[in-house]
């Protein structure tokens, strides 16, 4: 076997290998390094190709929080309102109004008003004035009647129904229950009067409701008043003797108010759907003009300042002096 000298390296090798196998050696050493160096440089180039991104995505999460420590609530303010859906408004559904309740008609008799001043009695009506003048009092809106029968029932009576026969007729009702301080009150004194003890008293023709309260609850009794004719009554005038005629024998000329509790209530018209005129305490001074059918009578009276009013007034309310 014969040697051979490397040109390159200078080594002694087998001329049976084709190449200096230190040359290839060496050269195979260079490639590992070159190899070594080269995975060196890939795995930094990975890891930064990995930590590159990881660090924007923190960087990008860091600012994101820190503009919403800042500015969290201004951005709800201004983009929180785009949250709530776009719906119409609702339209508000405004009920039909109801019809006023009806109020029946006033009866003619007024209830009794408290007044003020010298020599006034709470409940008592105004005296007439020495010239002739009748004092007038304007309507009230509601009457005590209506009031009362405006409350819950609970009170208890006597009786709730029973018919007088008679014109000046009485019967007593008895009240029990709620606070034991009662008042009374007729539907129309015209056809029934009660004093504040339960005392009723046949007027004329009708039927009426008598009703107690003790402020909170009331009582109501009916009265039938089966009689004849109206009242009459029969005092004299100075020393001639002759009678008072009422009702239906009513003449024109002088005449007062009778039969009228607290005062009587002169209407524009001949029905108690008229307008109320004025009002005149029992015992007022009128004049009779005429009838006017139905049982009412065309009247004139002296109002404030003494003005001469016409109206009209029921029968039985009126005598002739």
């Known amino acids: 076997m014969a040697m051979k000298r490397c040109p390159i390296c200078g080594e002694k090798y087998s001329d049976t290998y084709k190449d200096c196998p230190f040359c290839e050696e060496e050269e ?11 995975g060196h440089r890939t795995a930094r180039s990975r890891q930064f190709s990995l930590i590159t991104p990881t660090l ?5 999460i860091m600012a994101g929080l820190l503009v919403y420590l800042l500015y969290g609530d201004q951005i709800k303010e201004r983009f929180g309102k785009n949250d709530q859906p776009d ?3 609702t339209e508000e559904v405004i009920p039909p109004e109801k019809p006023a309740p009806t109020q029946p008609d006033e009866p003619d008799v007024t209830e009794p008003a408290p007044s003020e001043g010298p020599g006034n009695e709470p409940g008592t009506m105004p005296e007439e004035d020495p010239s002739g003048s009748v004092t007038t009092t304007a309507p009230t809106s509601q009457t005590d009647y209506e009031k009362m ?6 009170l208890s009576l006597s009786t709730t129904d029973f018919t007088l026969r008679e014109v000046g007729e009485t019967a007593t009702i008895r009240a ?9 009150a007729s539907e129309d004194d015209g056809i029934a009067s009660v004093d ?12 009426v409701n008598i009703v107690v309260s003790d402020g909170s609850k009331k009582g109501v009794c009916i009265v039938r008043c089966n009689v004849s004719g109206s009242a009459a009554t029969t005092p004299s005038t100075g020393n001639t003797g002759t009678a008072t005629a009422t009702g239906s024998g009513l003449k024109a000329g002088s005449a007062k108010v009778i039969n009228g509790g607290n005062g009587v209530r002169v209407r524009s018209g001949p029905g108690t759907n008229y307008d109320v005129l004025a009002t005149i305490p ?12 139905d049982g009412w009578y065309k009247i004139t009276f002296s109002d404030v300042g003494g003005t001469t009013t016409t109206g009209y007034m029921k029968g039985d309310f009126l005598a002739n002096s």
Do not use: C, F, H
């Open 28 to 38: 195979a050493l260079r490639e590992g390094e070159q190899l070594r160096r080269s």
């Open 56 to 60: 924007i995505v923190l960087i990008l």
């Open 87 to 89: 719906t119409p408004p």
């Open 149 to 154: 029968m405006a409350l819950p029932g609970g």
């Open 176 to 184: 029990s229950g709620g606070s034991g301080s009662y008042t009374w």
């Open 196 to 207: 504040q003890s339960g005392k009723v008293t046949a007027i004329s023709k009708g039927t």
């Open 282 to 293: 029992n015992g007022g001074s009128v004049k009779i003009v005429e009838s006017a059918g």
